[in-house]
């Protein structure tokens, strides 16, 4: 099938898994009643007294098909709603709070996916030698540590122990400043891009050191999961016959490793890749909370907390884009890392 | 292959929307439909036979009294407080106008709670026992603790009272609380809006109050008593009743008060200038009267000049007539000021602000106040009588759901109005007139002369500037535009959301929402200029995260909550203010009906 009439038809699908999503998740929250849901509203103890009447207000004692209606009407005049937890649309609200996510991803991703590739490989090249256990263990070591725990650790050490050293939060107090002053234009609100455009070093130096911690704590725990992927898949195609027939040709190690071998095994691979990345975008929750890194996870936490359902609404829609376009961008991958893969078609 | 994805998805799309169908028939019912015989999950078998208790059955005095004696008060303030609390008899605490040291206080004291206990429902509970939950919200470990103590207590006295303990999500809660009603007992805290016992005593006693309302106390007699009080213009005799009232409290025993939270503050030592005023709604006191400064110790010196506070929950506004929360009140406390302001650390008295003398006449009822001249908005207009009266004509416009006006409406339009509805154009036009440089605000009852006062300080009351408004396209002041400002529903829809023009020491630089706040300096301003070239408050929830910026310098004061003041004890380089009594005060409420009566509205 030609690629765009593919990639078409695959946007299309978006529509019913919109309606599906939102429709799914409108019922869910349906499920509180209008008292739980208008706590939202309620900030202070002295409002309680209201309550009837704010209820009414918001309309949250209407029947499921009339909210569910009011809120889609609100869609199509392009308005998602009001984030009441961060105060503003929940249109500006994603697109506040991506860049955050987004530098996270830009940074993390790359470093986890290729990291891991070679680690993996090397330890299926190495099958049941040293460096295979010592890849081994730390996978297991990293996939089984709690994020939160290596969060806090890692802050523990390197901001509390090495007083001030690699600090939370995005830029330190002056850049900060700087940043939102007239002198600096902010393009993408992505700090370390932003600097680059506006040739300003010490922005971006702070911005990276400010990055550090959270990928780190990011890629140990994500790390282990495509390391042992790769590995296992690497395993597979090391014992297939064009390995053996490779061997035989007397290609050297290396060129049958990471040629013939690897390129078999990776298509497992990128499709995890692929939610990896995606996973990130749509937000790390508790790496963005413990390092005060507020991206879109912690958004969509705190609006699913206090039951900020126009939020949560436009979050999902937004998740929903994102993974079906990322599958597409997945499925497309594959053609080019296997010919034999042919779009809406089978495997020949 | 794709096709056969496709094909899932359409499987799994299908499935969703059925699972969606069966869910949505369910959620239009309200909650709350128990089935026979118990109306409430959380009472047993809903009878008084050892296996539950009745919907009235705290309607017994001796089982509240009895409840009261068997709370260790002393372990709860240990415990869940941090030693951070003094038990308090009634619902006024310290710190209020009205406040009685002397109400009688129930001590933890099992030989009296067996006595009361024995005593109820004519000695048939004694004998048979019984059986229901206690909830708390999910997360809070003081309420959690309270809850355990209870039970245990109760326990103790017979082994007979079997009392469990649930958590719930706080919206839940909330909704057992004001809705379903179906909660045996709950708790819940209360925060003054402006520090005179009326405003504690009404949410808790009277027969419509926000709490004593849905646990089922309160009676004509209370209510008028209550009326009576706050209408005394005799301080002395103004005093005695409310002494009487608190005495009340504990005698009718509705609830059991717990404690009146003791706060402490954590600055680097590089801060100076703090003094404490329990009605302060901004954590940090007054920014303008601290400085900062190299003062040596544990904690390096960073940022000469700014002020950086990491706090927990972002502000809801920075328009004044729409705050109603501590939050958004400090930030509008420092672009903006009042008319007046509590000096030091009193209640009930003044400092002059915008307004340089105030006088009240019992007679007419009119409070004068005469405008300070001289004082420029932070765009450079002139601040005018005309101003003043703008901006409470503005809030009373626009009187915001569930924010703060009512405390204009019910000084200047008395006590019957509540909403915008409740009165007319022309009574909130008259209520508030300009004359000469003075304006004059005409009270509904000489009473309201000291709350007024109060009412004024608070950060909903600060001067706006008409002109500015006007052309920023806010309310234009007349009648005919109400309609365009009346009851936004998002606190976006109000023009002065994110748009501000004070007289105050800062401007607004940014809010960058959910993150931070920078304000700078207002170079313009009329006394002093400011300690500090920009004040930044930065939302940060993490507590660790808080605690080392602070150690580290990066912060100059965090938020601490009571349960983390031990670890703090550690630290070096700290300034540490103790021994601050907080204005609020957290309670355990019997439900005297549960599940009921329905309410009307």
Redesign the interface.
Known sequence: MELRSYIIRRLILLIPVLFGVTIFIFGITMLFSPIERVSLYVTDARQFTNIPALIEMYGLDQPFWVQYGNWMGEIFSGNLGWSRVVGMPVWDAIWHFLPTTLELAIFATPIIIFTGIFLGTQAAAHKDRPLDHGTRVMAIFGWSLPTFWVGLVLLMVFYGYFTGLLPPSRLSVPMELLVQSAEFTRYTRINTIDAILNLNGPVLLDALRHLILPIITLSVVQMAFIMRLTRSSMLESLGKGYVLTARAKGLSERVVVNKHARRNALIPVITVAGYLFAGMVNGVVITETIFTFKGIGWWAWQSAVRLDIASVLGFALFNAVLFVLVNLVVDILYTRVDPRVRLGGTVQ | ???RV?KI??IV?AA??C???I??P???T???EEPEPACSAYIGSGQLDGEGIPPDFFSDLDVRKGCCYAFDYGTYIHDALQDQGVQRGSPVVEGLYGYDPDTSMYEYDLAKAEQHLKAAWDGELWEKGCKFTLLYNAGNLPRKTACELLAEGLAKVNDKFQVSIQPL????I??K????RDMPLFQ????P?YPHADNFIV?FMHSQG??S?FQGYGSAVLDSKITTAFQDTNPVTQQEKYDELQQRYYDDAPGIVLAQPIARRYFTQHISGFYYNPVESSYVGRVYDLSKSDNGGAI?Y??DG?F?FETIG????LDPAWI??TASGMQVGLIYETLLYYAGSTSDEFDPILATDWAFNSTDLTYRFTIREGVQFQNGNDLTPEDVEYTFERAMCQDR??GPVWMFYQPLLGEAVWHYEDTTFAAIDAAVEVDGNDVVFTLSGAYWELPFLQIMSGQWASIVDKEWCIAQGDWDGTEGDVTNVL?P????DTVL?DLTNGTGPWKL??W?????I?LDKNTNYWRAEAPFD?V?T?????W??RK??L????ADLVYVPATRFDEMEEEAGLTVYQDLPSLSIDAFFFNMAICGPP?E?
């Open positions: 292959m794709n096709r496709t998805g359409w799309l969703l929307l699972l969606s169908l869910i949505v369910g959620c239009t309200p909650a709350g999500a706080w919206p839940t909330l909704g609380i004001f809705g379903t819940i805290g209360w925060l809006d949410p926000t709490f309302y390096p960073k940022n700014i950086v972002d502000i809801d506004s109603y929360d759901p569930s009851h529903q998002n606190a976006g959301f630089n940014t960058d929402q959910g993150i931070e920078i920009s930044i930065k939302v940060v929830d993490e660790t995260s080392l910026s150690l580290a310098g990066d309410s509205e």
